[in-house]
């Protein structure tokens, strides 16, 4: 029969991970959560159930576990390439791994002036991702941010947008504008080209880069804002090839308080969850070569 087996992988889902580097009195603390997903030569389980190429799931879980003790976690993106690198070398039916990283952020408590050099607090519900993808012997990184919430109470507006009979929306020149911010950027290189050092640098400094120009910009879209936020990352970072990013409209309406005698001028707002418009775009150098597969979960596949 003309039926054959498509674009396939498999791996350990959300690994969940925390280490303690104790190496000197200031502990450090890194809680990862690691996915890892395997490419190669797999027909035969699939087609005839034959496993003897095929690397359990849990022995990848156990690598993660492994590889955080014998060489620590350091920056995520390293750590996604030694594992990603250690798949496909393992065996010669494994021709491409996918890591992707989540991290969780600890600030260490403050106790009477200094921080506490082994105590810490959950930080904001914002989280540094990093997706590795070992294609034979090219490495692609994509790291990024995820859950980063901002509000600029004035500066935005919107208004000639078309209007037909099912437009209901007013036009205004002053509102509130909020997103939850998730951004991922390619790297240009990053087989040697970049450090640890640079990977932590890049990973304060793209974030507090985004919220800087969604601050400082008069907005007259979320699409408008959405661009200029990825052009003053390319603008600011040469090592970033391309980011894309995905920013929900948060939208606050005014409450009408006339019922109740009472005017609103702009202070009492409904904050709403649901519907809302989700803004998502590209902005990357076109004299860079785009690289597909670092941002597809599966080729061909979804």
Same mark, same amino acid.
């Given at each position: ?20 580097d104790r $190496? ?7 809680d990862?959560?690691? $996915?890892?997903?395997l490419? %190669?030569?797999?027909t035969a ?14 022995t ?10 014998? &060489?620590g976690?350091?920056?995520?993106? =390293? ?6 690198r250690? *798949? ?14 989540? =991290? ?15 105590? *810490? !607090?959950?930080?904001?519900q914002n989280?540094?991702?990093? !997706?590795?993808t ?13 859950g ?6 004035? &500066? $935005? ?13 007013a ?8 997103t ?14 970049i450090? %640890?050092?640079? *990977?932590a640098? @890049?990973a ?6 985004l !919220?800087?120009?969604?601050? %400082?910009?008069?907005? @007259?879209?979320?699409? =408008?804002?959405?661009?200029?936020? %990825?052009?003053?990352v ?10 894309r ?9 005014? !409450?009408?308080l006339?019922? *109740?005698?009472?005017d609103n001028?702009? $202070?009492?707002?409904l ?7 989700r803004?998502e &775009?590209?902005?990357l150098?076109?004299?860079?070569p785009?690289?597909?597969i670092?941002?597809?979960a ?5």
């Amino acid at each position: 029969m003309p039926i054959v087996l498509g674009p396939n992988q498999y791996g350990k889902a959300e690994v969940r991970l925390v280490h303690v580097d104790r $190496s000197t009195p200031v502990h450090r603390i890194s809680d990862l959560n690691v $996915s890892t997903a395997l490419r %190669g030569d797999f027909t035969a389980a699939h087609t005839r159930g034959d496993n003897s190429h095929v690397l359990a799931t849990d022995t990848q879980k156990n690598v993660v576990y492994a590889f955080a003790r014998e &060489g620590g976690v350091g920056e995520i993106e =390293q750590f996604g390439t030694r594992l990603g690198r250690h *798949f496909t070398a393992a065996y010669g039916w494994i021709t491409g791994a996918r890591v992707e990283i989540e =991290q969780f952020g600890w600030d260490r408590i403050d106790v009477a002036g200094p921080a506490h050099d082994h105590s *810490f !607090v959950r930080s904001g519900q914002n989280r540094r991702t990093t !997706v590795v993808t070992i294609d034979a012997d090219d490495v692609h990184v994509v790291s990024g941010i995820a859950g980063l919430v901002v509000l600029k109470t004035t &500066g $935005s507006e919107f208004h000639g947008f078309p209007r037909d009979r099912y437009t209901t929306l007013a036009e205004t020149s002053d509102r509130i504008l909020a997103t939850e911010v998730t951004a991922r950027w390619r790297y240009t290189a990053t087989d040697g080209g970049i450090t %640890g050092a640079d *990977f932590a640098r @890049l990973a304060a400094e793209i974030p507090r880069t985004l !919220v800087e120009t969604f601050a %400082g910009l008069h907005s @007259l879209a979320l699409q =408008q804002t959405l661009y200029h936020m %990825g052009e003053k990352v390319l603008a600011t970072f040469p090592e970033v090839a391309e980011i894309r990013m995905s920013m929900p409209n948060k939208h606050h309406f005014l !409450v009408d308080l006339a019922p *109740f005698g009472l005017d609103n001028p702009d $202070s009492v707002y409904l904050a709403a969850d649901r519907p809302y418009g989700r803004i998502e &775009g590209t902005v990357l150098r076109d004299d860079v070569p785009a690289a597909p597969i670092a941002w597809d979960a599966t080729p061909g596949f979804c």
